[in-house]
């Protein structure tokens, strides 16, 4: 096991990924205007052929079910809307970043991985849109994109013991974190959390990518580290299992017996449960908008 002094090191001297300071700055302008056009956004998309892909791909997948093709930058943000369009916007540079870092690791199952990454943000974002506890701007969406960043980082800074955890099955998560920190000192959790609080990235965030396998000990946001945690659940019960380590996903009724469920939605099981049986129905529709996008 490495020195604490050392594992801090090797993750402060890991690439900085530039899209977590600066995500598309003309758009963002864009989208803070609420008077801006919606042919003022689809010149600015344009500009950017990637961001441009993933929208019309997007906007066509079977999870919009709009019933006929839509072939324009402008009409598809008519009928996605501007969070939508945030979302992409913020989506796109990071995890072309995160690829890149990525790509140079240990050669699992990336492509899993980022499709596992995609759903956990549209998750979450789902999960406190559906209850009392909805957040009005992009931080649930951020959470969950960048919730398992410590293995992006793992994978970067210490491909050995990455390599090794990923040849190992476990029964659960903490069987999962328990390796990582027998390996390392400090799960993926700890890592993620360190390198981004190292980026200066908001501490709400931070604190949520931290304590999202731990969120009732989270000191201040504990509904969205528990939204997080959630995500993560019905991403692999949708079948998106991340590509990472092998465990099994959970099912429904563990995922609405679970205590961040009752920290969302109140620690009445019926009452939750009625909350929450028809987000698993749309969460397994998660698959066919996040292959769209990649």
């Known amino acids: 096991m490495l020195s604490e002094i050392e594992l801090r090191q090797r993750i402060e001297a890991c690439p900085k990924l530039a899209s977590l300071r600066s995500i598309h700055g003309a758009l963002a302008d864009l989208l803070r205007n609420h008077h801006s056009q919606a042919g003022q956004f689809a010149e600015i998309i344009a500009r950017d052929p990637s961001l441009t892909a993933r929208l019309l791909r997007m906007v066509n997948s079977v999870y919009f079910g709009l019933g006929t093709q839509v072939g324009t930058i402008e009409d598809a943000v008519l009928y996605l809307g501007l969070r939508q369009i945030r979302s992409l916007a913020l989506a796109t540079p990071v995890l072309e970043d995160m690829s890149a870092m990525g790509a ?8 899993d991985f980022w499709l596992h990454t995609l759903a956990c943000a ?35 800074v210490f491909p050995a013991e990455f390599t090794q955890l990923t040849l190992t099955a476990y029964e659960n998560e903490a069987q999962v974190l328990a390796a990582e920190r027998a390996l390392l000192g ?26 999202h396998h731990d969120p009732l000990h989270a000191p201040a946001r504990k509904h969205l580290a528990a939204a997080t945690h959630l995500a993560d659940g019905y991403a692999r019960l949708a079948g998106l299992t991340g590509g990472v380590e092998a465990r099994p996903a959970p099912t429904e009724d563990e995922l609405i017996a679970d205590p961040c469920a009752a920290l969302i939605w109140g620690a009445e099981p019926a009452a939750r449960a009625a909350q929450m049986r ?17």
Request: proline content about 5%; glycine content about 4%; charged content about 25%.
């Open 104 to 111: 140079s690791g240990p050669q699992i199952s990336w492509r």
């Open 122 to 156: 549209f998750a979450t974002r789902d999960l406190l849109n559906q209850s009392e506890v909805a957040v009005d701007d992009d931080t649930d969406y951020i959470t969950g994109l960048l919730q398992n960043v410590g293995k992006v980082v793992m994978a970067k």
């Open 186 to 211: 400090w799960d993926h959790a700890a890592i993620g959390a360190h390198y981004l609080e190292n980026h200066k990235i908001p501490a709400e965030i931070v604190e949520a990518v931290r304590f």
């Open 278 to 294: 028809p987000l698993t129905d749309s969460m397994r529709r998660l698959p066919e908008l996040v292959n769209a996008l990649l």
